[in-house]
T-cell receptor, first 112, second 115 residues
């Protein structure tokens, strides 16, 4: 079945550092790919998404590119802030399905 | 906009009792709501999908008689854990899909502890 694998955390960075959180997937078809973020005490929020190969999703300085050849959707940000501290989830949904398959989540802590 | 609430945020109950968790879309109508379960350091696992006014669709391996889901209105879905046991202790999260979009909006979750 479909699955998502993301790098284990926790990840601790200093403010203004470069962030990469790796995400790879296994799917039978051509899934849509998502990154969700969960701030402390809040529900998951959609951060960005990409629906086809080579698409780049971006939001709030975060970017991820849908790489079909490496089945990856790595999350990057050039300069993190303390307010980016949260848990980040990579997820996929298969062609038109409403069902989301999530990775285990990566906790990011950014220190001032 | 697009806020989803859950109540309670955490609950502790005795083994053998039933617990009801509410999921509400506060500012939009949700024809579809989803219930997930999350174990520590694990991913969210979809338990069931519920559509307003119809029976929920359960994922393989989820006991429908144990996890009762009711989606009685376009803004409310409930999950009842019946005859709870310690192994049911977990973090339960709901999401709601607005009729007009494909985006799921998530609640903050409910921590259930069964003693």
């Amino acid at each position: 079945g479909d699955s998502v694998t993301q790098m284990e955390g926790p990840v601790t960075l200093s403010e203004e550092a470069f962030l990469t959180i790796n995400c790879t997937y296994t799917a039978t078809g051509y899934p849509s790919l998502f990154w969700y973020v969960q701030y402390p005490g809040e529900g998951l929020q959609l951060l960005l998404k990409a629906t086809k190969a080579d698409d780049k999703g971006s939001n709030k300085g975060f970017e991820a590119t849908y790489r079909k050849e490496t089945t990856s959707f790595h999350l990057e940000k050039g300069s993190v802030q303390v307010s980016d501290s949260a848990v980040y989830f990579c997820a996929l949904s298969e062609g038109g399905s409403e069902k989301l398959v999530f990775g285990k989540g990566t906790k990011l802590t950014v220190n001032p | 906009g697009a806020v989803v609430s859950q109540h309670p945020s955490r609950v502790i109950c005795k083994s053998g009792t039933s617990v009801k968790i509410e999921c509400r879309s506060l500012d939009f109508q949700a024809t579809t709501m989803f219930w997930y379960r999350q174990f520590p350091k694990q991913s969210l696992m979809l338990m069931a999908t519920s559509n307003e006014g119809s029976k929920a669709t359960y994922e393989q391996g989820v006991e429908k008689d144990k996890f009762l889901i009711n989606h009685a209105s376009l803004t409310l879905s409930t999950l009842t854990v019946t005859s709870a046991h310690p192994e049911d202790s977990s973090f339960y999260i709901c999401s709601a899909k607005a009729t007009s979009t494909d985006t799921q909006y998530f609640g903050p979750g409910t921590r259930l502890t069964v003693l």
